[in-house]
């Protein structure tokens, strides 16, 4: 018996990552992009031309329309009001990160796709880096000895528009970016940050801006690796891509250091104005991708759960306290 197409929705277009992971769903066999919902309207009717996605009217016409699931890429403060509204009504969620604002909102979402038997997955692509799968095989394995330190970053170009906009996007380069990272040093030992210092700019790099722009984080983990992240909107618009994750991990047996994004060839051209960075090979968010469709096929359960995105978020929310009292700050085994 042949299997169905798997049907999904787009609930919310705003983040930027909805291009490529629309673009990723689009090519997958078995795969059928049934439609989409954005409140924008200039922003849905060039997304929905640029895809040839059918636009609907509204968040309940595309739930309607018998998903199997849904992708919210939605300004960071509709997560909670989309997963809530999508839960019960398809199989699955695949939410952009952070998952939310703020921690009870996260926990709501959590618990509304529970009580509703909806697997909720959160969107935390540099898991699926070739570079980051192979490090985690090595530190699985033992090669690096006893973990000492790790020292990473995560810097992009400033985004603009809703991000830099404190109501709906709930903070800016550190909640941004600092999540990313968390969520693969957790998923590397199965260890929490337990104490985070931060020291955050707000418009430090670009004036006027108005929300934070750069940051510092020190912070121990609970398996004692101690560690610091430099995440920022740092990038130039003349930068050849819109920025790196990196990391550098120092073990009794030596050291290693990956770069998320070291698959790529330079390419100078006049046509685009600029020298650029054009990847090859493996695509993180392609990988991403695939999961939740085998997720749905398989009736499996999510590999980053709801649980997963809360605790990064919760580290990132840690820093801007750390930040406004200048003391480290301890968080709790929420």
């Not at 430099?230 to 790196?244: H, L, N, V």
Request: glycine letters at 10%; a negative charge; hydrophobic letters at 45%.
């Amino acid at each position: 018996m042949a299997e169905h197409n798997i049907r999904i929705g787009f609930l919310g277009i705003a983040h930027l990552h909805s291009v490529s992971y629309a673009g990723n769903l689009l090519a997958m066999p078995g795969v059928e992009v049934v439609g989409m919902y954005e409140a924008n309207e200039q922003l849905a009717t060039e997304w929905a031309g640029r895809f040839d996605v059918q636009r609907l009217a509204s968040a309940e016409e595309l739930l309607a329309a018998g998903l199997d699931g849904v992708v919210i890429c939605s300004e960071n403060a509709l997560h909670r009001p989309y997963v809530e509204r999508a839960a019960g009504r398809v199989k699955a969620i695949l939410c952009e990160k952070p998952i939310a604002t703020t921690v009870a909102d996260a926990q709501v979402m959590i618990d509304a796709c529970r009580t509703a038997d909806t697997r909720l997955q959160i969107a935390f692509p540099v898991r699926f880096a070739p570079s980051v799968v192979e490090l985690k095989r090595q530190l699985d394995a033992g090669l690096l000895g006893e973990i000492l330190t790790v020292n990473c970053t995560n810097h992009g170009s400033m985004p603009g528009g809703w991000f830099v906009n404190p109501d709906l996007a709930g903070g800016g380069a550190v909640l941004d970016h600092t999540v990313h990272v968390i969520d693969v040093l957790r998923w590397f030992w199965g260890a929490e940050v337990t104490e985070v210092y931060a020291e955050i700019g707000e418009s430090l790099l670009h004036p006027g801006l108005g929300i934070d722009d750069a940051g510092l984080l020190s912070f121990t983990l609970s398996n004692g690796v101690y560690g610091t992240l430099d995440t920022s909107w740092s990038r130039p618009p003349s930068y050849t891509i819109w920025g790196d994750v990196k990391l550098e991990i120092l073990g009794t047996h030596g050291v290693v250091y990956a770069d998320t994004l070291q698959q790529y060839v330079t390419v100078a051209s006049n046509a685009a104005g600029k020298t650029r960075w054009a990847s090859y090979g493996s695509d993180m968010d392609g990988g991403l991708m695939a999961d939740f469709v085998k997720m749905i096929r398989m009736r499996g359960e999510p590999s980053i759960t709801g649980e997963d995105g809360l605790r990064a978020m919760a580290v990132a929310l840690a820093a801007y306290e750390s930040a406004k009292t200048g003391q480290p700050v301890k968080l709790s085994n929420l």
